[in-house]
């Protein structure tokens, strides 16, 4: 059973939206992480969330640092903190615009250079500080302010660009899974070398749904399949107890859909579109998982 | 001792002798030797930096800020392209106030595509409350190096500090050079407000007008004060290794009517050309520019002024003659002359001298028709 | 101010033999600059490189325009390129060459380098290599001082060969 200690390292006055699910995920993340903890984090949600100088809501060191910036101002604190023999992890919070499209490279040139650091993408699929904007990570047929009439690509598959450098560890998560966001996170900090986790992280205003029901979503993402949680240890591939329930009865992805303003009126091709190409991916994760390939 | 090397080599020289904890280092030319050089220390041991072979110069400042938010010395390179591409994080790293140690070999940008000496890369960087000296000779590049990294982590100043050198005139030209040993000239590196988990804080968090603006004004009361940490340096060295340096290298102005103004190898090839037209009866000087920032200020009063610009600012004039004008009020003969590595000789110079016209500028070999 | 212009082909080690007769300059008692023209590198392509000495700090950083010696490492480049443009009246030629040649009057030294190399076994990727033994032809002109040359070879090369070969290019030397 895990203990998930009391201490709180996020103080209650943030500049969150009601319901955020980055900071309830980044709650966990740094109640696992403990106090010995540097947050780089790039231009995001979070950049807000943690305050105005001169306060700042978090109890762990911050470096804000440029958009693109992340992942590779991490590997220079990572180098140098080690050199002077430090163990303090150093973990990127970066959002996923941050992420898979402009942060890509340098997160790329990180995870192959073997830097020591935990990179976290929380995953509110779209450009949510400037106000919901399509992102690389925004789903096909998801409306956002630069989308109006629904996505018309899929969403970038960063798991496999990031699965590509074989990081010791990976990880998806979501910020309705708690006590698995916590072990993964403790995992992927007991780990040397570049570790990643991916939290799909429910977002009320963005995906217009109300501020209560964040977890709610976020389950139902999983329980959909619409979201796969699992993890890749050394390459193999675990896929995680929710998920596994998940694969053999589904709940039916409409469920997911229609309870998010961000899909209304989608085209039913969409929905069979999306359908197919989720249940492509749980497949080819079953197949690795079975070692099949 | 005594050595022949390249401006290049003799950077790294100087960088294995300041030891950073952390060097970033992605190549371009004209700079990559400088980079391969340090790679070679780290590989014989002979440094003991942490060596970060990262994937863009974007990246290369990032990984420096990321290093020097710890309290650790950091040195990259890069020229041209590359210093224009982290041009986002070269204000970042200033912003951030960190000592991190940059040498830029100023070449063009393109297109077309020209590898060869021009200011204008680093001139446009002028702006970002990183310090620059720009230097004359490969002796004068492994001393700046080692300076730069006194000033920039002098508690006054907490400011970058950017040593440029002149591509191919000086970072590919082999000139005798002392590889002094630096002993302890170098103290070490206290950044007051290194991360520390036991003392958790925000960095750079979102930030009002109000504290913003005295966040900006720190910036510039610095660079005030660099003045000051930039002649006690300079001076300090002289004591220690017998090498003089200013702000402002003058060369026979005492008692000059048309002093010759100029920044890195120009300034030094311009010495040349006031030898010759001293020889013709010109009582010429010349004036090399060594820092850029803080912008030194000149004695001109009463002499005629020939400003050659190794750069420009198109739609409003050569950097260096606008600036000095404004800060002096002299009305400058304004030179166009060298961009993209174009040969100009001490001749050329003199010519310069002789034909000068105040306020008029010219391109130098370029005629109405092209 | 001696100014010597190197011409050569990339590869063959011009840069290099600019470099070993600036150093042997210095150790001299003299100042020597030594700067390649540098375009994009590639191999085989007709190269030049510059060398200036003075008794006194050089400022100069342009190219050299009046050599006051003109060294041919290549003599295929002479093919292509017109090695002696801009020579001083007085100028000279150090040719890598068997046989001496007319080069407009100029005096001409002709010493069999590659022989030399081959001769020493001195070679790097099946090319002969032509950067040590010139110091000693250039010390025999009266450019540098023999002690000087041996000097900076050792400096920048721990194999004897390269010694032996500048003290072969010395002997053989024909004015």
Same mark, same amino acid.
């Not at chain 2, 930039?230 to 001076?235: G, L």
């Not at chain 2, 050659?308 to 260096?320: A, E, K």
């Given at each position: ?293 | ?370 | 101010?001696?100014? &010597? ?6 590869? @063959? !080690?011009?840069?290099?033999?600019? +470099?070993? /007769?600036?150093? $042997? ?51 295929? &480049? ?6 002696? @443009? !801009?020579?001083?009246?007085?100028? +000279?030629? /150090?040719?890598? $060459? ?78």
């Amino acid at each position: 059973m895990t203990e998930i200690p009391r201490e709180d390292y996020i103080l209650k006055c943030t500049s969150a939206c009601a319901g955020c699910g980055d900071t309830l995920a980044l709650r966990y993340v740094l109640k696992a992480a403990g106090p010995d903890t540097v947050l780089v984090v790039p231009a995001c949600c979070t950049s807000v969330i943690q305050g105005i100088y001169p306060h700042t809501a978090f109890n762990v060191p911050v470096y804000n640092v440029a958009f693109a910036a992340a992942a590779a101002c991490a590997s220079g604190m990572s180098a140098a903190l080690r050199a002077a023999g430090k163990k303090t992890n150093v973990i990127v919070y970066a959002g996923d615009g941050g992420t898979v499209d402009i942060g890509i490279q340098a997160l790329s040139g990180a995870l192959e250079r073997g830097t020591d650091f935990l990179y976290i993408c929380y995953d509110n699929e779209a450009y949510g500080n400037t106000g919901m904007q399509r992102s690389g990570a925004t789903p096909l047929g998801a409306r956002t302010t630069t989308t109006p009439e629904g996505k018309l690509q899929p969403k970038k598959d960063l798991d496999a660009i990031v699965a590509a450098h074989r990081p010791p560890y990976m990880a998806t998560a979501c910020s309705a899974y708690p006590k698995d966001l916590f072990q993964k996170v403790q995992k992927a900090l007991s780990t040397r070398g570049p570790t990643f986790i991916h939290i799909l992280s429910p977002c009320p205003p963005g995906w217009r749904f109300p501020s209560e029901k964040t977890v709610e979503i976020g389950k139902l993402a999983v329980r959909t399949g619409m979201w796969i949680l699992y993890e890749r240890e050394q390459g193999k591939v675990t896929i995680n107890g929710p998920s596994r329930a998940a694969m053999v009865k589904p709940l039916p992805v409409e469920e997911y859909l229609s309870a998010q303003g961000r899909f209304k009126g989608i085209a039913p091709e969409t929905v069979a579109r999306m359908k197919d190409e989720a249940m492509a991916v749980a497949q080819r994760l079953q197949r690795e998982e079975e070692g099949v390939c | 001792m005594l050595t022949v090397a390249t401006g290049n080599k003799a950077v790294a020289a100087a960088v294995k002798e300041a030891a950073p904890a952390v060097v970033a280092a992605y190549p371009i030319t004209p700079q990559t030797e400088i980079v391969e050089q340090i790679a070679e220390y780290v590989a014989a041991k002979e440094l003991k930096s942490q060596y970060i072979p990262v994937e863009s110069e974007h990246s290369a400042m990032a990984a420096c800020i990321g290093a020097s938010v710890t309290g650790a010395r950091t040195f990259t390179a890069t020229s041209s392209h590359g210093l224009h591409y982290m041009h986002e994080m070269v204000n970042w790293a200033a912003g951030a106030r960190l000592p991190i140690v940059m040498a830029n070999v100023n070449r063009a940008l393109g297109p077309g595509w020209n590898i060869w000496a021009e200011h204008t890369d680093a001139f446009q960087e002028r702006d970002t409350g990183w310090l620059q000296v720009y230097v004359g000779s490969v002796q004068e590049a492994y001393d700046a190096v080692l300076m730069a990294f006194c000033i920039a982590e002098d508690e006054r100043v907490l400011l970058p500090v950017m040593v440029n050198l002149d591509g191919f005139l000086l970072s590919h030209t082999m000139q005798p050079f002392d590889v002094t040993p630096v002993g302890d000239f170098i103290p070490p590196l206290h950044l007051p407000h290194a991360i520390d988990p036991a003392n958790p804080g925000g960095y750079g968090t979102l930030t009002g007008p109000d504290n913003y603006f005295a966040l900006r004004w720190d910036i510039e009361r610095s660079m005030r004060d660099a003045v000051s940490v930039i002649r006690e340096t300079q001076e300090r060295f002289f004591q220690r290794f017998g090498r003089r340096y200013d702000m402002v290298e003058e060369y026979r102005c005492e008692d000059a009517d048309v002093v010759v103004v100029a920044v890195g190898t120009l300034g030094r090839e311009a010495e040349v050309a006031v030898d010759l037209l001293r020889e013709e009866g010109v009582r010429a000087g010349s004036m090399r520019i060594r820092w850029l920032r803080p912008f030194p200020r000149l004695d001109l009063s009463g002499r005629d002024v020939v400003v050659i610009d190794r750069d420009y600012s198109f739609g409003f004039g050569g950097i260096l003659a606008r600036s000095i004008a404004a800060t002096t009020g002299v009305n400058p003969t304004s030179v166009i002359a060298g961009l993209g590595g174009q040969e100009v000789t001490y001749e050329d110079i003199a010519g310069f001298v002789r034909d000068r016209e105040p306020g008029k500028e010219t391109w130098f070999g370029v005629t109405n028709d092209v | 101010m001696f100014e &010597v212009r190197i011409h050569s082909r990339g590869g @063959q !080690g011009g840069v290099t033999a600019a +470099r070993l /007769l600036a150093l $042997a300059a210095v150790r001299d008692g003299k100042y020597a600059t030594a700067c390649p023209f540098y375009g994009a590198e590639r191999r085989g392509a007709p190269v030049v490189s510059f060398v200036r000495i003075d008794d006194r700090a050089i400022r100069v950083s342009s190219q050299i325009r009046r050599p006051d010696l003109v060294v041919v490492l290549d003599p295929s &480049v002479m093919d292509v390129v017109d090695v002696l @443009q !801009g020579i001083k009246p007085s100028g +000279r030629v /150090l040719l890598n $060459a068997r046989e001496p040649r007319d080069m407009a009057g100029h005096p001409v030294f002709t010493v069999d380098l590659t022989g030399i190399a081959l001769r020493e076994r001195l070679e790097v990727a099946g090319s002969p290599i032509l950067n040590t033994p010139v110091l000693g032809a250039l010390a025999k002109m009266g450019i540098i001082t023999m002690e000087s040359a041996k000097s900076a070879i050792t400096e920048m090369f721990s194999d004897p060969r390269n010694v032996s070969a500048a003290e072969a290019a010395y002997r053989e030397l024909v004015a």
